[in-house]
Each structure stands twice: as C-alpha cells, then as structure tokens.
C-alpha cells in the first residue's frame, strides 16, 4: 500500500507544480502593462547575453591566458554545480525516493513511441558528450601536445560520461519524465525543489555553465581555419610571429 501511494505522489507531481484552472488564468493585472514590463525585460536580457559575448569576444582576441583562465573559472563553477545535484541525488536515494529508478517504472510508457522523438533524444544526449574533439584545435598552445592532447581526451572523457550519467539519475530522484520534459532548465526546476532558499545556485550555474560553452567555441572554432592552410602557409605565419 505504501509503494502505491508513493507511486501516485510521483504521478501527481505535474498537476501540483503546475495547477490548472483558473489559476493559470491571466489575472486581471496583467495585460498591455503587463506585456510591455515582460518585453523590456527580454530586451535587458538580450542585451546583457550580447554584451557578455561581445566581452569574451573581446578577452579570447587579447589574450591566450586570459581565455584560458575565464575558461577554467566556468569549468569549475558547472562541475560544482554537477558535484552538489549529484549529491543531492544521493540523498534522496539515502530517503528512498527512487521511484522512477526502479527498472517497471523507469521503462513504463508514457507516450506513444515515436522515431522523431528516439532521434531527438540520441541528439540530445549526443550534444551532451560533444566538444571532446574542440581541443584538436588548439594543439599548437599545448605544452608537449603528443603527451598532454591523450592525456586530457583521456581523463575528460571518463569524467563528462560519469557526471552527467549521475546527474541525470539524481534529476529523477526528484523529478518524474513529464516534469523533465516540461522543464526549460532541469537544473533550475531540480534546485526549486531541492534546495530551497539556496535555489539561486543553480540558475548562476547554468548561466556559468552557457558562457562558458560559448567561451569554448570561440577559444577553439577560431583556430579552425588552421587545420586548412597548406604546410607551408603555416610555416610562413609562424616565421611571421613576433
């Protein structure tokens, strides 16, 4: 009897974080005031995601080192964040709450299958996974590439498969399918739930862990172009080095 009623509290997760009816009616407030307020909030957003790419556009053309060091500043702040998601999984687990984690509940059909959606999922956890080849491009700043580009491809590999396997196990500790799937931002919706009146961690290290994807691409798709010059285009660049 325990189990069913858990098994339902699981179920009634969607209804209760989003109640229907005439709660998630417009109020009477909103409206063209209402609007204007959430525009010029949008446009504040934009504008400060424009300026903070146009600011790493900006360190990764002055320097190298500056790059590098805002790269690993964004890198610590999401493996944090992943740290204490993980850990919170495991104490949910520590309280039982593993519902959907049990094999009948974690392959029960939820919706119908469709190969739009297998094909969108494999996307989507292939995107998790990318980026391993991005350090390709930037070889020629390694200290002592042919020991240190094995190295590195070795230990981040492992690594990333680790962390987000298990983030991914504790985001269900806490969450069911329907609620992943409604959700802009897992991490947010996991910290809303979880923790509390430090839910603001998790919003920040989402925004760590964006610019710091955006810094990684401009780091490294803009040394690309190398890879396509002839051997001897690029002795004549380094010989042109100051």
Sequence with gaps: MRKMEKGA?????????????????ASPESG???????????????????????????????????ATRVQDIFTAG???????????????ICKGEYFWLEPKNAFENFQEPDIGLIALAFLQGSFAYGGWNFLNYVTEELVDPYKNLPRAIFISIPLVTFVYVFANVAYVTAMSPQELLASNAVAVTFGEKLLGVMAWIMPISVALSTFGGVNGSLFTSS???DHLESPAEGEQWKSSDP
Aim: proline content about 1%.
């Design 9 to 25: 509290r699981h179920r009634n997760n969607t209804e209760k974080n989003h109640p229907g009816g005439s709660e998630s009616e």
């Design 32 to 66: 063209s005031g209402g609007g204007g307020v959430a525009l010029k909030k949008e446009i504040g957003l934009v504008s400060a995601c424009g300026i903070i790419v146009v600011l790493l556009t900006w360190v990764n053309c002055a320097s190298v080192r500056w």
């Design 78 to 92: 999401k493996l944090l964040a992943l740290a204490l998601i993980i850990i919170m999984g495991v104490v949910q």
């Design 223 to 225: 040394r690309s172009s």
